[in-house]
Nanobody, 125 residues
Framework: QVQLVESGGGLVQAGGSLRLSCAASGRTFSSYAMGWFRQAPGKEREFVAAIRWSGGSTYSTDSVKGRFTISRDNAKNTVYLQMNSLALEDTAVYYC??????????????????WGQGTQVTVSS
């Protein structure tokens, strides 16, 4: 069983930055693909960014390219999402998720086996 705990959310002004963290339990964290998803009120949960187990491959949705960066520290069992130049439309609950082998498509919600409880990010004008 894998437990994921997100932190780092909060209220920030447009143009500001936040760094989300997701701490994972489990001795095989380094083998997980990790993803970040978000869900705004009244909308479906959507893919934000993902990183392969080695950290060598990262993926992100077009709307956050150049602003958000996903990274991981396998020694700390933690994945991060650095969010810069935040915009009003980034307001959502952000979830981290783990995909254990065999891996699915990193952009597809159904590929992930474990989810955190979510952390709220609110961007104000």
């Amino acid at each position: 069983q894998v437990q994921l705990v997100e932190s780092g959310g909060g209220l920030v002004q447009a143009g500001g930055s936040l760094r989300l963290s997701c701490a994972a339990s489990g001795r095989t964290f380094s083998s997980y693909a990790m993803g970040w998803f978000r869900q705004a009120p009244g909308k479906e949960r959507e893919f934000v960014a993902a990183i392969r187990w080695s950290g060598g491959s990262t993926y992100s949705t077009d709307s956050v390219k150049g602003r958000f960066t996903i990274s991981r520290d396998n020694a700390k069992n933690t994945v991060y999402l650095q969010m810069n130049s935040l915009a009003l439309e980034d307001t959502a609950v952000y979830y981290c998720a783990a995909d254990t082998p065999p891996y699915g498509s990193v952009r597809v919600l159904e590929s992930y086996d474990y989810w955190g409880q979510g952390t709220q990010v609110t961007v104000s004008s």
